[in-house]
Protein backbone atom coordinates (compact mmCIF):
# COMPACT_ATOMS: atom_id res chain seq x y z
CA UNK A 1 0.00 0.00 0.00
CA UNK A 2 1.14 3.65 -0.90
CA UNK A 3 0.06 6.32 0.32
CA UNK A 4 -1.89 7.41 -3.28
CA UNK A 5 -4.58 5.48 -1.73
CA UNK A 6 -4.78 7.86 1.33
CA UNK A 7 -6.29 10.63 -0.75
CA UNK A 8 -9.05 8.72 -2.89
CA UNK A 9 -10.25 7.35 0.36
CA UNK A 10 -10.28 11.13 1.69
CA UNK A 11 -12.16 11.81 -1.05
CA UNK A 12 -14.41 9.55 -1.25
CA UNK A 13 -15.35 10.09 2.37
CA UNK A 14 -15.71 13.44 2.06
CA UNK A 15 -18.40 13.41 -0.71
CA UNK A 16 -20.33 10.68 0.80
CA UNK A 17 -20.30 12.18 4.06
CA UNK A 18 -21.31 15.86 2.71
CA UNK A 19 -24.12 14.19 1.23
CA UNK A 20 -25.65 12.24 4.23
CA UNK A 21 -24.67 14.99 6.63
CA UNK A 22 -26.88 17.69 4.34
CA UNK A 23 -29.71 14.73 4.01
CA UNK A 24 -29.44 14.70 8.22
CA UNK A 25 -28.83 18.41 8.39
CA UNK A 26 -32.60 19.05 6.37
CA UNK A 27 -34.64 16.98 8.78
CA UNK A 28 -33.09 18.71 11.43
CA UNK A 29 -33.63 21.79 10.34
CA UNK A 30 -37.18 21.15 9.40
CA UNK A 31 -37.74 19.41 13.11
CA UNK A 32 -36.28 22.87 14.56
CA UNK A 33 -38.42 24.93 12.62
CA UNK A 34 -41.60 23.73 13.70
CA UNK A 35 -40.79 22.32 17.24
CA UNK A 36 -37.91 24.32 18.35
CA UNK A 37 -34.38 23.63 18.85
CA UNK A 38 -34.92 21.22 22.53
CA UNK A 39 -36.49 18.42 20.47
CA UNK A 40 -34.03 18.84 17.23
CA UNK A 41 -31.26 18.90 19.56
CA UNK A 42 -31.83 16.16 22.04
CA UNK A 43 -32.96 13.74 19.00
CA UNK A 44 -29.49 14.45 17.25
CA UNK A 45 -27.46 14.02 20.06
CA UNK A 46 -29.43 10.79 21.11
CA UNK A 47 -28.84 9.91 17.78
CA UNK A 48 -25.40 10.63 17.29
CA UNK A 49 -24.68 8.91 20.66
CA UNK A 50 -25.86 5.32 19.47
CA UNK A 51 -23.78 5.74 16.64
CA UNK A 52 -20.38 6.27 18.50
CA UNK A 53 -21.82 2.87 20.88
CA UNK A 54 -22.02 1.26 17.83
CA UNK A 55 -18.61 1.95 16.59
CA UNK A 56 -16.94 1.77 19.61
CA UNK A 57 -18.63 -1.69 19.67
CA UNK A 58 -18.04 -2.77 16.19
CA UNK A 59 -14.90 -1.50 15.63
CA UNK A 60 -12.81 -3.87 17.63
CA UNK A 61 -13.86 -6.89 15.30
CA UNK A 62 -12.54 -5.51 12.08
CA UNK A 63 -8.81 -6.01 13.22
CA UNK A 64 -9.59 -9.70 14.00
CA UNK A 65 -10.97 -11.11 10.72
CA UNK A 66 -8.44 -11.87 8.14
CA UNK A 67 -7.30 -9.18 6.15
CA UNK A 68 -8.20 -10.92 2.81
CA UNK A 69 -11.73 -11.66 3.83
CA UNK A 70 -12.23 -8.35 5.65
CA UNK A 71 -11.13 -7.40 1.59
CA UNK A 72 -13.80 -9.12 -0.26
CA UNK A 73 -16.65 -8.74 2.55
CA UNK A 74 -15.96 -4.62 2.50
CA UNK A 75 -15.29 -4.93 -1.30
CA UNK A 76 -18.83 -6.57 -2.02
CA UNK A 77 -21.06 -3.59 0.16
CA UNK A 78 -19.22 -1.64 -1.68
CA UNK A 79 -19.97 -2.73 -5.04
CA UNK A 80 -23.65 -2.90 -3.45
CA UNK A 81 -23.72 0.37 -2.11
CA UNK A 82 -21.53 2.21 -4.39
CA UNK A 83 -23.42 1.11 -7.82
CA UNK A 84 -26.72 1.56 -6.34
CA UNK A 85 -26.03 5.34 -5.85
CA UNK A 86 -24.26 5.27 -9.38
CA UNK A 87 -27.30 3.66 -10.72
CA UNK A 88 -29.97 6.72 -9.16
CA UNK A 89 -26.98 8.98 -9.83
CA UNK A 90 -27.06 7.67 -13.96
CA UNK A 91 -31.06 8.03 -14.07
CA UNK A 92 -31.48 11.14 -12.48
CA UNK A 93 -28.89 12.71 -14.89
CA UNK A 94 -30.54 11.23 -17.57
CA UNK A 95 -34.01 12.22 -16.45
CA UNK A 96 -35.37 8.92 -16.08
CA UNK A 97 -36.25 9.66 -12.42
CA UNK A 98 -36.58 13.35 -10.38
CA UNK A 99 -33.77 14.75 -9.19
CA UNK A 100 -33.78 14.98 -5.09
CA UNK A 101 -34.84 18.52 -3.84
CA UNK A 102 -33.47 19.37 -0.19
CA UNK A 103 -35.71 22.20 -0.33
CA UNK A 104 -38.60 19.75 -1.40
CA UNK A 105 -37.26 17.86 1.17
CA UNK A 106 -37.89 20.69 4.05
CA UNK A 107 -41.11 21.63 2.87
CA UNK A 108 -42.32 18.18 3.05
CA UNK A 109 -40.71 17.28 6.33
CA UNK A 110 -42.11 20.66 8.02
CA UNK A 111 -45.05 19.88 5.96
CA UNK A 112 -45.45 16.60 7.82
CA UNK A 113 -44.37 17.74 11.32
CA UNK A 114 -46.91 20.57 11.44
CA UNK A 115 -49.76 17.97 10.09
CA UNK A 116 -48.74 15.92 13.26
CA UNK A 117 -48.56 19.23 15.31
CA UNK A 118 -52.02 19.58 14.44
CA UNK A 119 -53.52 15.92 14.81
CA UNK A 120 -51.31 14.96 18.06
CA UNK A 121 -50.07 18.44 20.21
CA UNK A 122 -49.69 16.33 23.51
CA UNK A 123 -47.21 14.12 21.51
CA UNK A 124 -45.57 15.99 19.09
CA UNK A 125 -42.07 16.97 20.99
CA UNK A 126 -41.53 13.38 21.49
CA UNK A 127 -42.27 12.58 17.77
CA UNK A 128 -39.96 15.12 16.73
CA UNK A 129 -37.21 13.98 19.14
CA UNK A 130 -37.77 10.98 16.89
CA UNK A 131 -37.67 11.86 13.72
CA UNK A 132 -34.07 13.74 14.43
CA UNK A 133 -32.78 10.93 16.09
CA UNK A 134 -33.60 8.67 12.93
CA UNK A 135 -32.13 11.32 10.68
CA UNK A 136 -28.94 11.23 12.72
CA UNK A 137 -29.06 7.64 12.98
CA UNK A 138 -29.61 6.42 9.31
CA UNK A 139 -27.63 9.09 7.64
CA UNK A 140 -24.56 8.70 10.21
CA UNK A 141 -25.03 4.74 9.62
CA UNK A 142 -24.15 5.63 6.00
CA UNK A 143 -21.64 7.66 6.73
CA UNK A 144 -19.85 5.45 9.24
CA UNK A 145 -20.30 2.53 6.42
CA UNK A 146 -18.53 4.86 3.84
CA UNK A 147 -15.47 5.44 5.99
CA UNK A 148 -15.44 1.89 7.07
CA UNK A 149 -15.54 0.57 3.70
CA UNK A 150 -12.86 3.08 1.89
CA UNK A 151 -10.67 3.36 5.30
CA UNK A 152 -10.63 -0.35 6.57
CA UNK A 153 -9.76 -2.44 3.52
CA UNK A 154 -6.44 -0.27 3.16
CA UNK A 155 -5.54 0.73 6.31
CA UNK A 156 -6.96 4.53 5.49
CA UNK A 157 -9.04 4.53 8.35
CA UNK A 158 -8.35 7.67 10.04
CA UNK A 159 -7.84 9.41 6.16
CA UNK A 160 -11.48 8.11 5.31
CA UNK A 161 -12.65 9.45 9.21
CA UNK A 162 -10.83 13.09 8.51
CA UNK A 163 -13.05 13.03 5.44
CA UNK A 164 -16.13 12.39 7.01
CA UNK A 165 -15.60 14.66 10.08
CA UNK A 166 -14.56 17.66 7.35
CA UNK A 167 -17.46 17.26 5.62
CA UNK A 168 -19.77 17.32 8.96
CA UNK A 169 -18.28 19.91 10.13
CA UNK A 170 -18.59 22.17 6.92
CA UNK A 171 -21.75 21.27 6.38
CA UNK A 172 -23.16 21.69 9.90
CA UNK A 173 -21.15 24.83 10.12
CA UNK A 174 -22.61 26.41 6.56
CA UNK A 175 -26.19 24.90 7.02
CA UNK A 176 -26.37 26.68 10.90
CA UNK A 177 -24.70 29.62 9.46
CA UNK A 178 -27.40 29.88 6.59
CA UNK A 179 -30.39 28.51 8.63
CA UNK A 180 -31.75 26.79 5.89
CA UNK A 181 -31.01 23.11 3.82
CA UNK A 182 -28.39 23.11 1.28
CA UNK A 183 -30.67 23.44 -1.39
CA UNK A 184 -27.87 24.46 -4.03
CA UNK A 185 -25.70 21.91 -3.20
CA UNK A 186 -25.18 19.70 -6.70
CA UNK A 187 -26.50 16.89 -4.62
CA UNK A 188 -26.34 14.69 -7.84
CA UNK A 189 -23.62 15.43 -9.31
CA UNK A 190 -21.43 14.38 -5.90
CA UNK A 191 -23.37 10.93 -5.55
CA UNK A 192 -22.12 10.64 -9.52
CA UNK A 193 -18.58 11.31 -8.15
CA UNK A 194 -19.30 9.42 -4.68
CA UNK A 195 -20.95 6.13 -6.91
CA UNK A 196 -18.15 6.10 -9.28
CA UNK A 197 -15.57 6.46 -6.60
CA UNK A 198 -17.11 3.70 -4.07
CA UNK A 199 -17.42 1.11 -7.27
CA UNK A 200 -13.74 1.90 -7.93
CA UNK A 201 -12.57 0.81 -4.22
CA UNK A 202 -15.47 -1.99 -4.57
CA UNK A 203 -13.67 -3.89 -7.59
CA UNK A 204 -10.55 -3.13 -6.03
CA UNK A 205 -10.74 -4.63 -2.67
CA UNK A 206 -12.88 -7.62 -3.99
CA UNK A 207 -10.37 -8.28 -6.65
CA UNK A 208 -7.78 -7.78 -3.75
CA UNK A 209 -10.21 -10.46 -1.47
CA UNK A 210 -10.22 -12.86 -4.16
CA UNK A 211 -6.14 -12.85 -4.94
CA UNK A 212 -6.23 -10.72 -7.77
CA UNK A 213 -2.31 -8.99 -8.19
CA UNK A 214 -4.03 -5.73 -10.08
CA UNK A 215 -1.62 -4.33 -12.15
CA UNK A 216 -0.23 -0.50 -10.53
CA UNK A 217 -1.00 -1.98 -7.50
CA UNK A 218 -3.32 0.86 -5.64
CA UNK A 219 -2.99 3.25 -8.92
CA UNK A 220 -5.76 0.53 -10.51
CA UNK A 221 -8.26 1.97 -8.38
CA UNK A 222 -7.46 5.68 -11.04
CA UNK A 223 -8.21 3.54 -14.06
CA UNK A 224 -11.16 1.90 -12.45
CA UNK A 225 -12.22 5.55 -11.36
CA UNK A 226 -11.76 6.26 -15.00
CA UNK A 227 -13.49 3.19 -16.39
CA UNK A 228 -16.74 3.92 -14.10
CA UNK A 229 -17.07 7.60 -15.45
CA UNK A 230 -16.60 6.84 -19.01
CA UNK A 231 -19.27 3.92 -18.67
CA UNK A 232 -21.75 6.11 -16.70
CA UNK A 233 -21.21 9.25 -18.87
CA UNK A 234 -22.68 6.73 -21.51
CA UNK A 235 -25.26 5.18 -19.34
CA UNK A 236 -26.75 8.41 -19.20
CA UNK A 237 -26.38 9.60 -22.87
CA UNK A 238 -27.81 5.98 -23.79
CA UNK A 239 -30.54 6.27 -21.31
CA UNK A 240 -31.59 10.11 -22.18
CA UNK A 241 -32.93 9.08 -25.49
CA UNK A 242 -34.92 6.02 -24.17
CA UNK A 243 -36.44 7.50 -21.37
CA UNK A 244 -37.90 10.33 -23.99
CA UNK A 245 -38.93 7.65 -26.41
CA UNK A 246 -40.49 5.99 -23.59
CA UNK A 247 -42.50 8.78 -21.98
CA UNK A 248 -43.67 10.17 -25.26
CA UNK B 1 -39.86 -6.65 16.97
CA UNK B 2 -41.35 -4.13 14.64
CA UNK B 3 -38.93 -1.76 15.50
CA UNK B 4 -35.99 -4.17 15.14
CA UNK B 5 -37.76 -5.20 11.37
CA UNK B 6 -37.83 -2.11 10.11
CA UNK B 7 -33.93 -0.93 11.21
CA UNK B 8 -33.47 -4.09 9.34
CA UNK B 9 -34.92 -3.09 6.33
CA UNK B 10 -33.09 0.25 6.36
CA UNK B 11 -30.17 -1.10 7.03
CA UNK B 12 -30.92 -3.20 3.42
CA UNK B 13 -31.94 -0.94 1.97
CA UNK B 14 -28.05 0.50 2.42
CA UNK B 15 -27.22 -2.04 0.21
CA UNK B 16 -30.29 -2.81 -1.88
CA UNK B 17 -32.50 -0.43 -3.91
CA UNK B 18 -32.88 -2.56 -7.23
CA UNK B 19 -32.51 -6.60 -6.00
CA UNK B 20 -31.88 -7.67 -9.52
CA UNK B 21 -28.87 -4.88 -9.89
CA UNK B 22 -28.18 -6.52 -6.01
CA UNK B 23 -28.19 -10.31 -7.65
CA UNK B 24 -26.49 -9.36 -10.86
CA UNK B 25 -23.57 -8.19 -8.83
CA UNK B 26 -23.06 -10.99 -6.29
CA UNK B 27 -23.64 -13.28 -9.34
CA UNK B 28 -20.48 -11.49 -10.74
CA UNK B 29 -18.77 -11.65 -7.65
CA UNK B 30 -19.54 -15.43 -7.53
CA UNK B 31 -17.94 -15.32 -11.50
CA UNK B 32 -14.81 -13.73 -10.58
CA UNK B 33 -14.45 -16.13 -7.65
CA UNK B 34 -14.95 -19.44 -9.42
CA UNK B 35 -12.61 -17.93 -12.32
CA UNK B 36 -10.10 -16.83 -9.36
CA UNK B 37 -10.46 -20.68 -7.88
CA UNK B 38 -10.32 -22.14 -11.50
CA UNK B 39 -7.20 -20.80 -13.01
CA UNK B 40 -4.82 -19.65 -10.05
CA UNK B 41 -2.15 -19.73 -12.66
CA UNK B 42 -4.11 -16.73 -14.33
CA UNK B 43 -5.40 -14.47 -11.34
CA UNK B 44 -6.00 -11.46 -13.80
CA UNK B 45 -8.49 -13.34 -15.38
CA UNK B 46 -10.84 -13.07 -12.48
CA UNK B 47 -10.54 -9.51 -12.01
CA UNK B 48 -11.15 -8.73 -15.45
CA UNK B 49 -14.62 -10.66 -15.06
CA UNK B 50 -15.17 -8.32 -12.11
CA UNK B 51 -14.24 -5.18 -13.56
CA UNK B 52 -16.05 -6.10 -16.91
CA UNK B 53 -19.09 -7.43 -15.07
CA UNK B 54 -19.88 -4.85 -12.98
CA UNK B 55 -19.45 -2.81 -15.78
CA UNK B 56 -21.73 -4.44 -17.63
CA UNK B 57 -24.12 -5.54 -15.47
CA UNK B 58 -24.63 -1.38 -13.97
CA UNK B 59 -25.29 -0.31 -18.08
CA UNK B 60 -27.49 -3.13 -18.67
CA UNK B 61 -29.59 -2.70 -15.36
CA UNK B 62 -29.78 1.55 -15.89
CA UNK B 63 -30.67 0.83 -19.73
CA UNK B 64 -33.33 -1.50 -18.86
CA UNK B 65 -34.81 1.14 -16.31
CA UNK B 66 -34.50 4.06 -18.69
CA UNK B 67 -37.05 1.54 -20.93
CA UNK B 68 -39.56 0.19 -18.30
CA UNK B 69 -39.76 4.08 -17.11
CA UNK B 70 -43.54 5.18 -18.30
CA UNK B 71 -44.74 1.96 -20.00
CA UNK B 72 -47.89 0.85 -18.90
CA UNK B 73 -47.67 -1.20 -15.35
CA UNK B 74 -43.99 -0.41 -15.47
CA UNK B 75 -42.27 0.48 -11.91
CA UNK B 76 -42.49 3.13 -10.59
CA UNK B 77 -38.90 5.07 -9.38
Avoid: Y
Amino acid sequence: MTSMSALPALTAAFLGSLVEAAEALTILLAVATVRGWRPAGLGAFAGLATLALIVVGVGPFLDRIPLHLLQLGIGVMLLLFGMRWLRKAILRAAGVIRLHDEAAAFASETAGLHEQARKLQPRLDWLATVASFKAVLLEGLEVVFIVIAVGAGGQFLVAASIGALLACVLVMVVGFALHRPLARLPENALKFAVGVLLSAFGVFWTGEGLGVPWPGQDLAILGFCGLFLVMAAAAVALARPRAVEAVS
Amino acid sequence: MTALVRLLRVLGGLFVDDGSLALAIIAIVGLAAGVAALAPAHPLAAGGVLLSGCLAVLLGNVLRAARRRGAPGGKRF
